[in-house]
């Protein structure tokens, strides 16, 4: 196949194309992140995704305006177990997991908790499953009173640690989460990541700032991204990527504050870098799916859609676009957590043949197209699907 010198990899957090095999027994029966969007939406139209061929993936048929796609189209089954981000990307690239990681319904044990405390010399709010903004809205107050970090979890395997700016210095935020992070694995608990949930502002008007920080499990096996390093190829981070493989030698890492800043930078580093080019756009789960905003993640997919035609025309003949997401956050779905479907995956480059590529076996088909895309050895998980 064609050799490329760069390859923009954007994953859309979240945007699933309907629930897998498995997903009623997560409670995700009939869930179809993108085509419920679009039922929630009338209206919405995708032109640019629909010309890469979104509408002719399976079970997206019916939103078919007829157009003819000019891409290379599919969608991917997963093999691992659970449904978060973490598992997600790593499968992405060439890692399924056997085991879902640990979550704590009921908050974290109470041992865990003391040890914390021990640990950061000072005591501990919440501990429960909450909404970021709703347990910082509901104990923010107490936290800037007392110092004691606001601690929380979610349907997701997260350790989340929110404190003030004004009140706990990032710098200590960051440390503390360090210190989750070495505790929980020293207890042998399977806790996918530990999250800083820095914010700002005043009782009644609190809001989380860009200054998240993830700090993740380390994969099991060697990814996708160390056979790219082995090879010679440079990895470039925008946004999300950088926190969710810890072991992997990025050449540069630029965070964002949201999509329309991620999208500024892809479209900036597919003129000045080669290599692999790894996007999250993240506002599609963070701000929409999980808070079940069904309008604003139609937004959302317009937003990235009418961006497409300014990032292809700057594409050159050495840029492989891919564009594919992790899980699923159905925003028409009961209660707030992702959801278990299919990923999406597209291709184009200048020159590309269209055509269907199926049901993939697993995500991982997406790093192996990457893989062979950039010259870099085949995977043991994953087939490029332009071979």
């Known amino acids: 196949m064609k050799q490329f010198k760069r390859v923009l990899l954007f994953l859309l957090d979240s945007v699933g194309v309907g629930a897998l095999p498995d997903a009623e027994s997560y409670g995700d029966g009939g869930t179809a992140t993108v085509q419920h969007t679009i039922l929630g939406n009338p209206g919405l139209t ?16 019916a939103f078919s305006t007829g157009k003819s796609p000019i891409g290379v189209y599919g969608k991917c089954l997963e093999k691992s177990k659970g449904k978060d981000s973490i598992v997600g990307h790593w499968e992405v690239m060439g ?20 040890a914390f405390s021990q640990a950061i010399g000072r005591g501990v709010l919440g501990n429960e499953v909450a909404s970021g903004t ?27 640690i929110a404190a003030h700016e004004e009140t706990v210095p990032l710098a200590t935020l960051y440390q503390w989460c360090e210190t989750a992070r070495t505790l929980l694995d020293g207890m042998g608990f399977g806790v ?12 009644g008007n609190y809001t989380r700032t860009a200054n998240r920080h993830d700090y993740a499990a380390r994969p099991p096996k060697e990814t996708d991204l160390e056979l790219l390093t082995g090879a010679g190829i440079p990895i470039h981070s925008i946004g999300k990527p950088v926190d969710i493989f810890p072991q992997a030698s990025f050449s540069s890492t630029v965070k964002t504050s949201d999509n329309t800043e991620g999208m500024a930078q892809a479209l900036k580093a597919a003129k000045e870098k080669e290599g692999l080019i790894f996007i999250n ?13 069904v309008k604003a993640y139609g937004d959302g997919l317009k937003a990235f859609d009418d961006f ?37 995956v597209l291709l184009w480059h200048r020159g590309i043949i269209p055509a269907a590529a199926g049901i993939r076996e697993t995500f991982g088909d997406v790093g192996a197209t990457v893989l062979a895309a950039l010259g870099a050895p085949k995977p043991e998980i994953g087939v490029s699907i332009l071979d």
Request: glycine content about 8%.
């Open 46 to 61: 995708l032109p640019n995704l629909e010309a890469l061929g979104l509408m002719q993936i399976p079970g997206l048929e």
């Open 95 to 114: 890692v399924p997991t056997t085991m879902a990681f640990d979550t704590f319904p009921d908050g974290f044990p109470q041992h865990v908790i003391d």
């Open 134 to 160: 709703e347990i910082i809205a509901r104990l923010g107050e107490e936290h800037q009173k007392t110092g004691f970090p606001i601690v929380y979890t979610s349907a997701d395997s997260v350790f989340q």
């Open 192 to 203: 996918g990541r530990i999250i800083a949930r820095p914010f700002v502002g005043t009782p």
């Open 281 to 293: 756009l993240l506002d599609y789960d963070m701000k929409w799916g999980h808070r079940r905003d």
């Open 308 to 344: 497409l035609p300014t990032l292809m025309d700057a594409m050159d003949d050495d840029t492989l676009l891919v564009i594919t997401a992790d899980h699923g956050c159905d925003p028409t779905h009961t209660g707030s957590d992702h959801t278990r479907e299919h990923i999406p």
